[in-house]
């Protein structure tokens, strides 16, 4: 038991040194790597905000040409609906005119 206890203490320390040991070397990248670093991360973000303007594009686009179709069907609907009231206006006047006929 008491080597198992006096490892894992042993262990405990390693793991403390080589993260310690790591962060330091992460710490201590040249500036020039840094640069190259946020160039690429910008470059990407550009990227990314033009593929979203794109795609904010083709839906505004998407959502002209289905208003522009619905537009078309509804006007083609009212001038239906408007000739079939003219028509019923029209038998109605000639009801009325052959009531008052007879």
Do not use: C, H, R
Not at 12 to 40: C, D, M, V, W, Y
Not at 59 to 76: F, L, S, V
Request: zero cysteines; aromatic letters at 0%; glycine letters at 0%.
């Amino acid at each position: 038991m008491k080597t198992l206890i006096a490892t894992l203490i042993a262990g405990l320390f390693a793991t403390t040194a080589i993260a310690q040991t790591a962060s330091t070397s992460t710490a201590t990248t040249t500036p020039a790597a840094t640069t190259k670093a946020e160039a690429k991360a910008e470059k990407a973000d550009a990227k990314a905000e033009e593929k979203a303007a794109k795609a904010n594009a083709e839906a505004k686009t998407d959502t002209a040409k289905a208003d522009a179709k619905a537009e078309k069907k509804a006007a083609k609907a009212t001038k239906k609906a408007d000739k079939k009231v003219a028509e019923a206006k029209k038998e109605a006047a000639e009801e009325k005119a052959d009531a008052a006929k007879k």
